[in-house]
Structures are given as C-alpha cells and as structure tokens.
C-alpha cells in the first residue's frame, strides 16, 4: 500500500492509498461512503455530447459550518463560475450537465439544481466574489483532475489561482435553464407554511431615508456653480442593504440610469480621478469613478437588477456639514416601490354582472343578472399565526384581503372571505384548509389565497420579493397565477420571483375552481419586513391582486371560461 499526501491551493491535506493502483476512498473518490449527493428529482435529459463526457453527481462531505463539493471535471470541459446573490453558478461548456434537482447538500448549500448546460449550488446566503465561498482544482493520484468548491459564511477567497475557469460577475440565463432553477422541490410548500417563527435580522436603520419620497432619476444642488473633486463613494453596511453616499458640490447635477447590472450616475459639475473598488457587499459587487468631459461617470454594479422604482432609492440630501450636498443610494434586491398611489390609481375598472341560469319554483330556468363571486382567502387566523417576524402573517394577509375586497366590492365583484375577523375556521389545521378551499362553490368564479413568506434566519437573506403558487386542479388556475404575478410586481416593483407549480396545497388542491395562492413578501427579511410594515406598499400589494382578478374575470380565466364585460363595454349594448 502506498500513501501520497497532496496539498491542495485551498489549503486542505489529504492522503491517497493505493493498494495495487486501486485509490481508497476519500472524499474526492467517487463512491466514498456517506458523502454522494443525495438523490436527484429527474429532469428531461440534456443532449448528449459527441465524446458522451458529463458533468454533475459531484462528492459532498459536511465539517461544521463548512460543505465542500467535488466534481470531476472532463478533459475537453471549460466552465465559468458566477457568484450571485443566491448562490454559485457554473456554466458548463464540453460536457453533457447530468440533470436534477435536490434539497440541502449541507449546512451552506440548501439547493443543488442542475440541466440546462448549467449547475447551481443555492446557498442560505448572498456570496460577493470573494467572500462566502472558495474554489480551486487539484489532480488526484488517478491522474483524474477535480473542481473543489467549499461554501461556509466564514469562508473566504473566491476562486483561486488553480482555477482554469472563467470568473463573471454576471451572465445570462437560458428559458430552460431558468426553467430548472423554477422547478419546484420533490413535495415542497411555501417556505412561509414550513417556518411558524422567523426572529428577523436587524432592519437598516438609516438616517434620513423617506421611501414614500420617489427616487429622482435625475437632480442638482442648489447654489452657484463650483466643481470641486469628487471624493470615493462612502459605504454603510447593514443586513440585506447597502449604502452609498456620493458628495456632491453647488451647481453639481446628476442623472441615474437603471440597468440589469445596476446604476449608472451621470455627473455634472465635479472633477474626478479614475477609481475602482470590488468585491464591496453582497448588494454591491463593486463601483467604478470614470473621469468625463463634463464631470464624471459612476457605476454601481449590483448583485441584481435594478428598475426606475426597484432594487434602489436614491435621495439628495442637504450637506450635513460644509457645503458638500449628499446623494445618497440605497442597493438591495428587496426594495420596492413603497410611494403612496393616487387617488385615480385607488380604483379598479367595474366588471358588468353576467347573465346566469337559476331554477324557479316550477323547476324551469330562467335567467338574471350576477355579479362575478370570487373567494379571497386571508392565511392562517386565530391560533394559527402563521410566519412571524417583521410582522405577523395573519395580521397582514386579512388587512390585505380587506383592502382587496373593498376595491373589488367598489368594481360591482361579489366578494366572499374565507374569514373577516382574526379567526380560524377549525381547529385542526387540514380540516380548516378544506374548509376554505369548500368555499369556491357552484357559481364562484375564482379563489386567491394570500400568505406572507418567510426563511429560516440562516437563510433569511435569501428570501425577498413575490411570488405565485398555483396547483393543476383547474385547466385555468396556472393563468391566474401569471395574471396575479404580473399585477403585483407591476404594482409594487417588488423582486419577482416568479410562478411556482405545486401537487400540494390542500387549499389550492382541493378547490374546484381556478385558484392561486400568492406570497406577498418575506417576514424574515430585513427590508422586505420593512415593506410589510408600509401601508403604502401593502396598498400597492392589494391594487395588484385587484387588477390581477379583474384581468381574470374580463379575459375568461374563470371557472365556466365566460368573459365577464366590463361595465363600459355593457353600457354600450
């Protein structure tokens, strides 16, 4: 038997024993006891490539807070890597990406997910380009060579010099290979229905900040003219959020551009040295100062996008000593648009009632004129608190619902609650689902069930945005739950995390009309708790799901797939 100590560039020491060129197992040797990945939910298979090489069914092994993963890398392979705010991605290029999907490799990789040319390995929390993972490659005695990536929040480094692949900051994803990171767990829920209490991490506390004041894509600070340099932008961190103050002299001007990869501000009135920073915060990946003719250019790359009410709030602040005013940004992903609406944005379209068949005395039908019924269920009640956190799930899900109702009852909607009041509708926790889900009688058009989401607080700033789950027990539910989505993220500017499809849901399975369930947001984030607190935003959050149903009932996305008119087009016949 002969042992050979290899010293990997990551710094960790292992020993490979061959007996007769047969290597032991180790945690780098495919098959070793106890640490292969668990098993994968199938997908539909990638194209094979023409040498049949492939990538995927990588080695795990778990110490403390540390989980390594080991895949061996073909020789014809190439690969990036990009960390994200959610994770690490590898794209795949000279190999077949073996497909599937499972839960929690180890304690930092809570997902793994893979198909599409691409492999992503979710973590409970955002990874900067050198901060929060490490990776590096080794040659084993085999002569197999390996990619060894090591997640854990003390972890640091990124990717070091043995690394062959490409390190991005960001990159584009496919519609498959988005459609695999969609994919829903084998047998999940909602993360809010599998976390009764959620203790938030600190929300920012900011000086200063008015998020009912829009943000000004552009502006100037008053007084006479007098460039002056600018200095490097000043950085505050806390949980979930950063800041960025620029100081800005009289007669300065500026202009923000929203983009994918984050903020541009245009400058007028400074003088500026070329300056640069990296790797600054999960929410900012690094800014750069470019010197212009008329002043200066600065970026602010970003962990995500950024849109002119979303990912950013900027205000100009008055100087807070000496003459310098203070522009000063906010980044996170969670930030939405939290202005109070209008009073001509306070309504909803009127839908006209619809003809509809009842039985007489003498069991013949005749026809009169309904309002459209919808059901809105508010989550949880009495006993049942659901997720706690920055608020407290039951509280807000019936105070939404209201404001939903009175927005659809003021449309000519008849609306029915599941509950009004601060109540469960049985004690047992099954039986009150059925019980709500009952409720879409003969006649109902549609039922929207409403929650508020929430993390563990090892993953809490993973969690932020809206989202949208609906279940096959109806041909139309699936487009209810588009139409619900895009009403709410064009209403609030919230982080859209998209549709989720479920074979779970007792409430959404046992409906027997089109149903949806929508997540509002997340009481176990910093900021986005912050949102559910903002009666502005959950004015926003309520229009959304108004329009959304409405959207349904005028299109045919209802149970008998009949139109409702609006009230114009009825007036006009």
Do not use: C
């Not at 959620?198 to 829009?214: H, K």
């Not at 309504?347 to 004129?369: D, E, G, I, K, N």
């Not at 739950?481 to 849901?505: E, R």
Request: glycine share 10%; aromatic share 4%.
């Amino acid at each position: 038997m002969k042992r050979t100590a290899i010293l990997l560039s990551s710094g960790l020491l292992f020993t490979v024993a061959t007996v007769s060129h047969a290597q032991t197992a180790t945690p780098f040797t495919p098959g070793a006891p106890g640490v292969n990945l668990p098993s994968l939910a199938p997908l539909t298979p990638a194209p094979a490539t023409p040498d049949g090489a492939t990538f995927g069914s990588p080695r795990v092994s778990n110490q403390g807070s540390v989980t390594r993963v080991v895949f061996d890398l073909p020789a014809a392979l190439s690969y990036t890597l990009t960390p994200t705010f959610t994770g690490l991605r590898v794209d795949v290029q000279g190999a077949r990406v073996q497909p599937g999907i499972t839960a929690k490799l180890g304690v930092s990789v809570s997902e793994y997910r893979a198909g599409a040319g691409q492999v992503t390995l979710i973590t409970p929390y955002p990874l900067a380009p050198g901060d929060g993972w490490r990776a590096s490659e080794a040659n084993l005695a085999t002569g197999r060579r390996v990619l060894i990536l090591e997640f854990g929040p003390g972890i640091s480094g990124g990717a070091l010099s043995s690394v062959r692949g490409q390190v991005l900051t960001s990159a584009p994803t496919t519609p498959a290979a988005q459609s695999v990171l969609n994919a829903p767990l084998p047998g999940s829920l909602p993360p809010g229905d599998q976390v009764s209490r959620s203790v938030p991490l600190p929300a920012p506390t900011l000086p200063d900040a008015n998020p009912a004041q829009p943000s000004a894509l552009q502006g100037s600070v008053p007084g006479p003219a007098r460039p002056a340099p600018l200095g490097a932008p000043r950085i505050g961190k806390s949980p979930g959020q950063t800041r960025v103050v620029l100081d800005l002299p009289p007669g300065s001007s500026y202009r923000i551009t929203t983009g994918p990869s984050g903020l541009k501000i245009v400058l007028n009135g400074v003088t500026a040295a070329a300056q640069q920073a990296t790797g600054v915060s999960p929410e900012l990946r690094g800014w750069t100062v470019t010197p212009t003719a008329q002043g200066a250019a600065v970026t602010l790359s970003t962990a995500a996008r950024t849109t002119d009410r979303s990912g950013w709030r900027a205000q100009l602040l008055p100087p807070a000593g000496g003459d310098l005013s203070r522009l000063v940004l906010d980044l996170s992903p969670a930030l939405a648009d939290r202005t109070p609406l209008t009073a001509s944005q306070r309504t909803v379209q009127a839908v006209a009632p619809q003809f509809a068949a009842r039985p007489t005395a003498l069991l013949a039908l005749s026809t009169s004129l309904v309002k459209p019924r919808v059901v809105l269920d508010p989550g949880h009640g009495g006993k049942d608190p659901g997720a706690v956190g920055a608020v407290i799930e039951k509280q807000v899900t019936l105070d939404v619902a209201l404001r939903v109702r009175d927005l659809l009852s003021a449309a000519g909607v008849d609306v029915v609650l599941t509950r009004d009041s601060d109540r469960e509708l049985h004690p047992v926790k099954n039986t009150d689902l059925q019980l709500r889900a009952a409720l879409g009688t003969p006649g109902t058009a549609l039922f929207v069930s409403i929650h508020v989401n929430a993390l563990d607080a090892s993953a809490a700033l993973r969690g932020y945005g809206i989202e949208t789950w609906w279940n096959p027990n109806h041909a139309r539910s699936s487009a209810l739950a588009a139409l619900l989505q895009a009403q709410m993220v064009q209403q609030t500017g919230a982080f859209d995390k998209g549709l989720k499809n479920t074979q779970s849901l007792s409430v959404l399975r046992n409906s027997r009309v089109p149903a949806a369930l929508v997540e509002i947001g997340f009481a176990s984030h910093p900021v986005d708790g912050q949102n559910l607190q903002d009666s502005n935003y959950l004015d926003r959050v309520a229009l959304g799901i108004a329009q959304g149903i409405r959207e349904a009932l005028v299109s045919g996305v209802t149970a008998d797939g009949t139109a409702t008119e609006t009230a114009a087009t009825a007036a006009k016949r």
